[in-house]
């Protein structure tokens, strides 16, 4: 915030460029220094880092953008819990399916249509509970030729082996 997103805005203002909305900086953790670089900006919600986010906001978040763009936004608050592939979704109420590169074929079933398919999001009393969840929900997917990614929370966290049969 220091560093990168709050000198932008404040830029942004100074030259008459005043920013209302979501705004999404892509960074990078620099290997040599461990500060953060910038990539890029986007002025939308960061895709799939939101959904942590969006499984626990009890906020009407549509309420809170239209304050937004009205200019209205003094007082909102957001109200946030503590810190649809059913079969997945029924291992904890927790968990969350995020649909992004999925399509219904003739059949009316999921079909994966490239990039990245699923975001599977969960919550838990601690990180380490989030991840379990969410892997959990994930060994219940089955999807040919699928695969997924191990290292959900690696720098926080010790690493845990799951067989990749998504």
């Not at 203002?13 to 209302?20: L, R, T, Y």
């Not at 960074?27 to 799939?48: A, H, Q, T």
């Not at 763009?69 to 995020?98: M, Q, Y």
Request: hydrophobic residues 40%; charged residues 25%; aromatic residues 8%.
């Amino acid at each position: 915030m220091e560093s990168i997103i709050l000198p932008t805005v404040k830029g942004m203002a100074m030259e008459g460029c005043k920013f209302v909305g979501v705004l999404y900086a892509g960074l990078m953790i620099e290997k040599k220094s461990g500060l953060p670089k910038l990539i890029e900006y986007n002025v939308r919600f960061g895709d799939p880092e939101c959904q942590v986010l969006m499984v626990r906001l009890e906020s009407d978040l549509a309420k809170v953008l239209l304050a937004a763009c009205r200019g209205e936004l003094k007082g909102v608050t957001l109200d946030w819990s503590p810190g649809n592939l059913e079969e997945a979704e029924h291992v904890a109420p927790s968990v969350k399916i995020f649909h992004a590169g999925t399509a219904f074929d003739s059949d009316g079933n999921f079909v994966a249509t490239g990039g990245r398919v699923l975001g599977i999001t969960s919550k838990g009393k601690d990180l380490e509970e989030a991840r379990d969840k969410a892997y959990l929900a994930v060994e219940e997917i089955n999807w040919p030729g699928g695969f997924y990614r191990k290292d959900i929370g690696w720098r926080a966290l010790p690493q845990k082996q799951f067989a990749s049969n998504a």
